[in-house]
Protein backbone atom coordinates (compact mmCIF):
# COMPACT_ATOMS: atom_id res chain seq x y z
CA UNK A 1 0.00 0.00 0.00
CA UNK A 2 2.54 2.24 0.81
CA UNK A 3 4.65 1.38 -2.21
CA UNK A 4 1.75 3.30 -4.20
CA UNK A 5 2.42 6.34 -2.81
CA UNK A 6 5.95 6.61 -3.23
CA UNK A 7 4.51 10.34 -5.43
CA UNK A 8 3.81 11.74 -2.00
CA UNK A 9 6.53 11.17 0.52
CA UNK A 10 9.75 10.23 -1.25
CA UNK A 11 12.22 10.87 1.52
CA UNK A 12 11.30 8.02 3.79
CA UNK A 13 8.84 4.97 4.79
CA UNK A 14 7.52 3.84 8.07
CA UNK A 15 6.06 1.13 9.56
CA UNK A 16 4.63 -0.18 12.84
CA UNK A 17 3.39 -4.15 12.66
CA UNK A 18 3.40 -6.99 14.54
CA UNK A 19 3.10 -5.41 18.50
CA UNK A 20 1.31 -7.79 20.27
CA UNK A 21 -0.70 -5.38 22.16
CA UNK A 22 -2.21 -4.23 18.96
CA UNK A 23 -2.78 -7.98 17.59
CA UNK A 24 -4.13 -7.75 13.71
CA UNK A 25 -2.94 -3.93 13.68
CA UNK A 26 -0.35 -2.56 10.91
CA UNK A 27 -0.09 0.71 9.67
CA UNK A 28 2.24 2.27 7.52
CA UNK A 29 3.55 6.06 6.02
CA UNK A 30 5.70 7.55 3.23
CA UNK A 31 7.19 10.51 4.35
CA UNK A 32 8.22 14.23 2.18
CA UNK A 33 10.64 15.88 5.62
CA UNK A 34 9.78 19.47 5.84
CA UNK A 35 10.64 19.83 9.13
CA UNK A 36 13.29 18.15 11.20
CA UNK A 37 14.53 16.93 8.19
CA UNK A 38 16.83 14.20 10.27
CA UNK A 39 15.00 13.34 13.47
CA UNK A 40 10.80 13.58 12.45
CA UNK A 41 11.11 9.55 11.31
CA UNK A 42 7.01 7.96 11.49
CA UNK A 43 5.84 6.26 13.48
CA UNK A 44 6.52 9.14 16.35
CA UNK A 45 6.06 7.46 20.10
CA UNK A 46 5.45 9.22 23.52
CA UNK A 47 8.45 8.68 26.26
CA UNK A 48 6.29 5.44 27.49
CA UNK A 49 6.23 3.67 24.17
CA UNK A 50 2.58 3.38 24.55
CA UNK A 51 0.91 6.22 22.34
CA UNK A 52 2.35 6.35 18.35
CA UNK A 53 1.10 8.58 15.64
CA UNK A 54 1.47 8.36 12.10
CA UNK A 55 0.94 11.43 10.02
CA UNK A 56 0.17 13.71 6.57
CA UNK A 57 0.62 17.27 6.66
CA UNK A 58 1.96 20.43 8.71
CA UNK A 59 1.19 21.75 12.04
CA UNK A 60 2.10 25.38 11.76
CA UNK A 61 1.57 26.67 15.49
CA UNK A 62 3.90 23.34 16.41
CA UNK A 63 6.36 25.76 18.20
CA UNK A 64 3.65 27.69 20.50
CA UNK A 65 2.06 24.11 21.65
CA UNK A 66 5.46 22.72 21.99
CA UNK A 67 5.80 25.40 24.13
CA UNK A 68 2.65 24.69 26.28
CA UNK A 69 3.50 20.71 26.13
CA UNK A 70 6.52 20.98 27.87
CA UNK A 71 5.44 23.23 30.37
CA UNK A 72 2.96 20.49 31.29
CA UNK A 73 6.01 17.99 31.96
CA UNK A 74 5.98 16.58 28.28
CA UNK A 75 9.57 15.48 27.22
CA UNK A 76 10.57 15.52 23.64
CA UNK A 77 12.66 13.87 21.46
CA UNK A 78 12.55 15.38 18.37
CA UNK A 79 12.08 19.12 16.61
CA UNK A 80 9.14 17.74 14.59
CA UNK A 81 5.60 19.04 14.41
CA UNK A 82 4.41 15.38 14.09
CA UNK A 83 5.60 14.93 17.70
CA UNK A 84 3.02 17.18 18.85
CA UNK A 85 0.26 15.01 18.49
CA UNK A 86 1.32 12.22 20.56
CA UNK A 87 2.25 14.56 23.56
CA UNK A 88 -1.21 16.53 23.01
CA UNK A 89 -3.46 13.37 23.33
CA UNK A 90 -1.40 12.88 26.53
CA UNK A 91 -2.76 15.90 27.48
CA UNK A 92 -6.03 16.75 26.21
CA UNK A 93 -7.25 13.63 24.84
CA UNK A 94 -9.59 14.43 21.55
CA UNK A 95 -10.06 17.80 22.43
CA UNK A 96 -6.56 18.30 21.25
CA UNK A 97 -7.80 18.80 17.99
CA UNK A 98 -9.02 22.34 18.82
CA UNK A 99 -5.74 23.21 19.43
CA UNK A 100 -4.21 22.52 16.18
CA UNK A 101 -3.60 25.44 13.36
CA UNK A 102 -2.97 23.70 10.04
CA UNK A 103 -3.42 20.90 7.53
CA UNK A 104 -3.50 17.44 8.33
CA UNK A 105 -4.56 13.64 8.00
CA UNK A 106 -3.52 11.14 10.99
CA UNK A 107 -3.96 8.13 12.72
CA UNK A 108 -2.79 8.04 16.47
CA UNK A 109 -2.70 5.04 18.26
CA UNK A 110 -2.99 4.81 22.13
CA UNK A 111 -2.27 1.49 23.82
CA UNK A 112 -2.59 2.39 27.35
CA UNK A 113 -4.70 -0.16 29.33
CA UNK A 114 -5.75 3.05 31.52
CA UNK A 115 -6.85 5.08 29.00
CA UNK A 116 -9.13 2.28 27.90
CA UNK A 117 -9.97 -1.72 27.88
CA UNK A 118 -8.23 -2.10 24.39
CA UNK A 119 -6.22 -0.35 22.06
CA UNK A 120 -7.33 2.93 20.40
CA UNK A 121 -6.94 4.26 16.55
CA UNK A 122 -8.04 7.45 16.44
CA UNK A 123 -8.25 9.03 12.99
CA UNK A 124 -8.83 12.91 12.36
CA UNK A 125 -8.79 15.16 9.36
CA UNK A 126 -7.90 18.98 9.28
CA UNK A 127 -11.34 21.71 9.19
CA UNK A 128 -11.35 22.37 5.26
CA UNK A 129 -10.35 18.55 4.59
CA UNK A 130 -6.82 20.04 3.00
CA UNK A 131 -5.06 16.67 3.60
CA UNK A 132 -7.60 13.34 2.11
CA UNK A 133 -8.40 10.29 4.26
CA UNK A 134 -9.96 7.47 2.87
CA UNK A 135 -11.18 4.20 4.28
CA UNK A 136 -13.36 0.87 3.92
CA UNK A 137 -14.70 -1.63 6.53
CA UNK A 138 -14.60 -5.06 4.53
CA UNK A 139 -15.17 -9.07 6.50
CA UNK A 140 -11.54 -8.74 6.65
CA UNK A 141 -10.72 -5.54 8.65
CA UNK A 142 -10.89 -2.14 8.82
CA UNK A 143 -8.70 -0.34 6.00
CA UNK A 144 -7.47 3.54 5.36
CA UNK A 145 -5.19 5.44 3.39
CA UNK A 146 -4.47 8.63 1.93
CA UNK A 147 -5.50 7.67 -1.41
CA UNK A 148 -7.65 5.25 -2.75
CA UNK A 149 -5.37 3.58 -5.06
CA UNK A 150 -3.34 2.62 -1.73
CA UNK A 151 -6.43 0.81 -0.85
CA UNK A 152 -7.25 -1.17 -3.77
CA UNK A 153 -2.97 -2.40 -3.85
CA UNK A 154 -4.51 -4.11 -0.59
CA UNK A 155 -5.99 -6.57 -2.12
CA UNK A 156 -9.50 -5.92 0.04
CA UNK A 157 -11.35 -3.88 -1.45
CA UNK A 158 -13.27 -4.63 -5.39
CA UNK A 159 -13.35 -2.84 -8.15
CA UNK A 160 -16.71 -2.36 -8.23
CA UNK A 161 -18.22 0.83 -9.29
CA UNK A 162 -20.40 2.62 -7.29
CA UNK A 163 -23.61 3.31 -9.42
CA UNK A 164 -24.87 6.43 -7.29
CA UNK A 165 -21.61 7.74 -7.15
CA UNK A 166 -20.84 7.99 -10.92
CA UNK A 167 -25.31 9.35 -11.59
CA UNK A 168 -23.90 11.94 -9.47
CA UNK A 169 -20.39 12.59 -10.87
CA UNK A 170 -22.68 12.50 -14.59
CA UNK A 171 -25.53 15.05 -13.35
CA UNK A 172 -23.31 17.42 -11.07
CA UNK A 173 -19.85 17.47 -12.07
CA UNK A 174 -18.52 16.39 -8.61
CA UNK A 175 -19.30 13.96 -6.21
CA UNK A 176 -20.41 15.09 -2.09
CA UNK A 177 -18.63 13.40 0.46
CA UNK A 178 -18.11 11.05 1.96
CA UNK A 179 -18.90 9.29 -1.30
CA UNK A 180 -16.42 8.11 -3.83
CA UNK A 181 -16.68 6.32 -7.17
CA UNK A 182 -15.63 3.39 -5.33
CA UNK A 183 -17.98 1.37 -3.90
CA UNK A 184 -17.85 0.86 0.09
CA UNK A 185 -14.84 3.36 0.11
CA UNK A 186 -15.55 6.25 1.76
CA UNK A 187 -14.07 9.37 2.56
CA UNK A 188 -13.40 10.91 5.92
CA UNK A 189 -15.08 14.04 6.06
CA UNK A 190 -13.14 17.65 6.18
CA UNK A 191 -13.53 18.45 9.99
CA UNK A 192 -14.44 14.85 11.01
CA UNK A 193 -12.52 12.26 13.73
CA UNK A 194 -12.97 8.37 13.58
CA UNK A 195 -12.41 6.44 17.04
CA UNK A 196 -12.00 2.40 16.90
CA UNK A 197 -11.13 -0.54 18.97
CA UNK A 198 -8.27 -2.46 17.27
CA UNK A 199 -10.01 -5.64 18.34
CA UNK A 200 -13.31 -5.01 16.78
CA UNK A 201 -11.96 -3.54 13.74
CA UNK A 202 -14.67 -5.36 11.64
CA UNK A 203 -17.45 -3.07 13.17
CA UNK A 204 -17.70 -0.30 10.80
CA UNK A 205 -16.91 2.79 13.29
CA UNK A 206 -18.98 6.45 12.67
CA UNK A 207 -17.65 9.37 11.44
CA UNK A 208 -18.22 12.42 13.98
CA UNK A 209 -17.53 15.97 13.49
CA UNK A 210 -15.12 17.66 15.69
CA UNK A 211 -14.75 21.29 13.64
CA UNK A 212 -18.42 23.39 12.58
CA UNK A 213 -17.51 26.62 11.28
CA UNK A 214 -20.75 28.38 12.32
CA UNK A 215 -19.80 27.53 16.10
CA UNK A 216 -15.52 28.17 15.82
CA UNK A 217 -14.18 30.24 17.81
CA UNK A 218 -13.83 32.80 15.22
CA UNK A 219 -17.52 32.37 14.71
CA UNK A 220 -17.90 33.22 18.16
CA UNK A 221 -15.55 36.17 18.83
CA UNK A 222 -17.54 39.23 20.02
CA UNK A 223 -14.74 41.43 18.65
CA UNK A 224 -15.01 40.04 14.76
CA UNK A 225 -16.00 42.89 12.47
CA UNK A 226 -19.12 44.01 11.65
CA UNK A 227 -19.13 46.05 8.71
CA UNK A 228 -17.00 45.94 5.60
CA UNK A 229 -14.84 48.58 6.24
CA UNK A 230 -13.74 47.01 9.71
CA UNK A 231 -13.39 43.78 8.23
CA UNK A 232 -11.02 45.42 5.43
CA UNK A 233 -8.82 46.57 8.11
CA UNK A 234 -8.27 43.63 9.86
CA UNK A 235 -7.76 41.72 7.18
CA UNK A 236 -4.45 42.12 6.25
CA UNK A 237 -2.92 41.45 9.85
CA UNK A 238 -4.29 38.05 9.39
CA UNK A 239 -2.88 37.07 5.58
CA UNK A 240 0.17 38.45 6.91
CA UNK A 241 0.17 35.75 9.93
CA UNK A 242 -1.15 33.33 7.58
CA UNK A 243 1.63 33.14 5.44
CA UNK A 244 4.10 33.52 7.48
CA UNK A 245 2.86 30.41 9.27
CA UNK A 246 3.04 28.29 5.96
CA UNK A 247 6.93 29.73 5.35
CA UNK A 248 7.94 27.71 8.68
CA UNK A 249 10.37 25.23 7.13
CA UNK A 250 13.85 23.34 7.15
CA UNK A 251 13.76 23.19 3.44
CA UNK A 252 13.44 26.45 0.75
CA UNK A 253 9.78 27.16 0.14
CA UNK A 254 8.56 28.72 -2.58
CA UNK A 255 4.98 29.74 -4.54
CA UNK A 256 2.79 29.84 -7.25
CA UNK A 257 2.23 33.17 -9.10
CA UNK A 258 -0.44 34.13 -11.71
CA UNK A 259 -1.91 37.56 -12.87
CA UNK A 260 -4.24 37.13 -9.87
CA UNK A 261 -5.10 39.01 -7.26
CA UNK A 262 -4.63 35.89 -4.46
CA UNK A 263 -1.30 34.81 -5.05
CA UNK A 264 0.11 38.26 -6.07
CA UNK A 265 -1.28 39.22 -2.29
CA UNK A 266 0.49 36.36 -0.90
CA UNK A 267 3.84 36.70 -3.11
CA UNK A 268 3.82 40.39 -1.94
CA UNK A 269 3.29 39.35 1.90
CA UNK A 270 6.04 36.50 1.19
CA UNK A 271 8.18 38.21 -0.14
CA UNK A 272 8.53 40.95 2.75
CA UNK A 273 8.86 38.04 5.29
CA UNK A 274 11.60 36.35 2.94
CA UNK A 275 13.52 38.59 0.60
CA UNK A 276 14.53 36.42 -2.57
CA UNK A 277 11.61 34.00 -2.25
CA UNK A 278 11.24 31.80 -5.42
CA UNK A 279 7.91 31.96 -7.27
CA UNK A 280 6.84 30.18 -10.71
CA UNK A 281 4.41 30.74 -13.03
CA UNK A 282 3.01 28.65 -16.01
CA UNK A 283 2.93 30.68 -19.21
CA UNK A 284 0.94 29.88 -22.35
CA UNK A 285 3.47 31.58 -24.92
CA UNK A 286 0.94 33.31 -28.08
CA UNK A 287 -2.04 32.96 -26.39
CA UNK A 288 -5.01 35.39 -25.40
CA UNK A 289 -4.57 33.76 -22.34
CA UNK A 290 -0.97 34.11 -21.05
CA UNK A 291 -0.83 35.74 -17.61
CA UNK A 292 3.37 35.92 -18.29
CA UNK A 293 3.23 39.54 -18.51
CA UNK A 294 1.88 40.69 -15.63
CA UNK A 295 3.18 38.01 -13.25
CA UNK A 296 6.39 38.70 -14.53
CA UNK A 297 5.59 42.57 -12.88
CA UNK A 298 4.49 41.40 -10.02
CA UNK A 299 7.63 38.94 -9.64
CA UNK A 300 9.60 42.26 -10.49
CA UNK A 301 7.72 43.84 -7.84
CA UNK A 302 8.45 41.50 -5.47
CA UNK A 303 11.89 41.04 -5.98
CA UNK A 304 10.89 37.10 -6.42
CA UNK A 305 13.20 34.78 -7.72
CA UNK A 306 10.91 34.39 -10.68
CA UNK A 307 10.87 31.29 -13.31
CA UNK A 308 8.51 30.96 -16.47
CA UNK A 309 7.30 27.93 -17.43
CA UNK A 310 6.19 27.19 -21.00
CA UNK A 311 3.51 25.51 -22.16
CA UNK A 312 3.15 25.10 -25.91
CA UNK A 313 2.58 23.26 -28.33
CA UNK A 314 -0.60 20.64 -28.73
CA UNK A 315 -1.69 21.57 -24.69
CA UNK A 316 -1.41 25.25 -25.25
CA UNK A 317 -3.18 24.74 -28.75
CA UNK A 318 -5.85 23.14 -27.12
CA UNK A 319 -5.60 24.37 -23.35
CA UNK A 320 -9.76 25.16 -23.52
CA UNK A 321 -11.06 21.44 -24.75
CA UNK A 322 -8.42 18.79 -24.32
CA UNK A 323 -6.64 17.27 -21.22
CA UNK A 324 -5.57 13.69 -20.49
CA UNK A 325 -5.87 14.12 -16.89
CA UNK A 326 -5.47 11.56 -14.11
CA UNK A 327 -7.80 12.41 -10.67
CA UNK A 328 -7.65 11.43 -7.51
CA UNK A 329 -9.82 14.16 -5.65
CA UNK A 330 -13.18 11.93 -6.38
CA UNK A 331 -12.32 9.23 -4.50
CA UNK A 332 -10.45 6.88 -7.09
CA UNK A 333 -8.17 7.04 -9.60
CA UNK A 334 -9.02 7.70 -13.02
CA UNK A 335 -8.66 9.46 -16.05
CA UNK A 336 -10.17 11.69 -18.42
CA UNK A 337 -10.26 14.94 -20.26
CA UNK A 338 -10.12 18.31 -19.00
CA UNK A 339 -8.03 21.51 -18.80
CA UNK A 340 -5.68 22.07 -15.75
CA UNK A 341 -3.31 18.54 -14.88
CA UNK A 342 -1.46 18.41 -17.31
CA UNK A 343 0.04 22.04 -17.16
CA UNK A 344 0.01 20.81 -13.24
CA UNK A 345 2.40 18.21 -13.93
CA UNK A 346 4.60 20.52 -15.55
CA UNK A 347 4.35 22.93 -13.46
CA UNK A 348 4.70 21.06 -10.06
CA UNK A 349 7.79 19.15 -11.45
CA UNK A 350 9.72 22.34 -12.34
CA UNK A 351 8.74 23.64 -8.93
CA UNK A 352 9.59 20.02 -7.36
CA UNK A 353 13.09 19.95 -9.05
CA UNK A 354 14.04 23.33 -7.41
CA UNK A 355 12.47 23.38 -3.73
CA UNK A 356 11.67 20.23 -1.78
CA UNK A 357 8.32 21.22 -0.49
CA UNK A 358 6.01 23.06 -3.05
CA UNK A 359 4.24 25.36 -2.20
CA UNK A 360 2.57 27.90 -0.23
CA UNK A 361 0.30 29.98 -2.94
CA UNK A 362 -1.51 29.21 -6.18
CA UNK A 363 -4.40 30.49 -7.79
Known sequence: ??????HRGPDEEGFLT??????G??????RLSIIDLGGGHQPIWNESKDVAVIFNGELYNYRDLRERLSLCGHRFATQSDTEILVHAWEEWGEDALAELRGMFAFALLDLRERYATAPILFLARDPLGIKPLYYTQTPEGFAFASEVRSLLASGVVPKRLSQDALTAYLLFGSISEPVTLLEGVFSLPPGHRMLLHVPE????????????????????DPRKPRDLATAAKKLRPLLEDAVNAHLIADVPVGLFLSSGLDSGAIAALAAKARGGIESFTLTFPGTAFDE?????????????????VPLSGFFSQHHNNLEHHEIEDEGLHYKFFTTGAESQRRYCRTARNRLSPPLIARS
Open 201 to 220: RRRTPRARPWWDAAVSPAAR
Open 1 to 6: MTATMR
Open 25 to 30: LALGMR
Open 18 to 23: GDARAP
Open 292 to 308: AELARLAAKRFKTKHTE
